[in-house]
């Protein structure tokens, strides 16, 4: 069965932390991964990786993938209030193009 | 703008009462889909399209139909609505390929 399983399930941070959310899967006939942020509304677009090792990086957000290990983290260093959200993972199958979500880390920074 | 667009947003229903969702997009994408959002359960596919008149079942496909055909629109049909349906629904829409999926504001769907 294919799946998608995120961690933490939640995190509280303080402002300026950095976290570290992770996204492991196990899907046939991977094709990418993607990291949306969601914050009460539809879930916006991060990062899409397609190959391994290679780091893709936004301002303070950035994200690596493992194709060996099957497992992806987003990064997000000196978090700020506005950062606090739900993260997504989400892994696209070759295999009639489905995708397949995590069930989310939400992430609360205090000030 | 680029954009994909739901209706309604919100929708308190009756069981067994037939509704339609629609979503449509202006960026001429080939590939649509809907999913639907539960606490707990994350977004679960329900169907996607690759192109006009080619629908494929996703993870959730039970109680649900829908019909491509226009490129632009990809609308989720509820022959026999019923409670467990109640849920977050979003459209997203994108180009073939390694491509960010482009969501739309989503449609809140409460059966009662």
């Known amino acids: 069965e294919d799946k998608v399983v995120q961690s933490p399930l939640s995190l509280v941070v303080h402002e300026g932390d950095t976290v570290t959310l992770n996204c492991s899967y196990e899907v046939t006939n991977f094709r990418s991964l993607l990291w949306y942020k969601q914050e009460k509304k539809a879930p916006t677009f991060l990062f899409m990786l397609?190959?391994?090792?290679i780091e893709k990086k936004s301002g303070r957000l950035s994200s690596i993938l493992d194709k060996k290990e099957l497992f992806s983290i987003l990064n997000i260093t000196a978090t700020q209030t506005g950062d606090s959200a739900v993260y997504l993972c989400a892994v696209e199958s070759s295999t009639g193009n489905q995708f397949y979500f995590g069930t989310g880390t939400s992430l609360t920074v205090i000030p | 703008e680029a954009q994909v667009t739901q209706n309604p947003r919100y929708l308190i229903t009756v069981t067994g009462k037939k509704l339609t969702v629609t979503c449509s997009q202006n960026m001429n994408h080939e590939y649509m889909s809907w999913y639907r959002q539960d606490p707990g359960l994350g977004l679960r596919q329900i169907y996607y399209?690759?192109?006009?008149?080619?629908?494929d079942k996703g993870d959730v496909p039970e109680g649900y139909k829908v019909s491509r055909k226009e490129k632009r629109n990809f609308p989720l049909i509820l022959e026999s609505p019923s409670p467990n349906q109640t849920s977050l629904y979003f459209c997203?829409?994108?180009?073939?390929?390694?491509?960010?999926?482009?969501f739309g504001p989503g449609t809140r769907l409460t059966v009662t």
């Open positions: 397609t190959s391994s090792g």
């Open positions: 399209s690759m192109n006009v008149e080619v629908t």
């Open positions: 997203a829409s994108r180009r073939l390929g390694p491509y960010e999926q482009y």
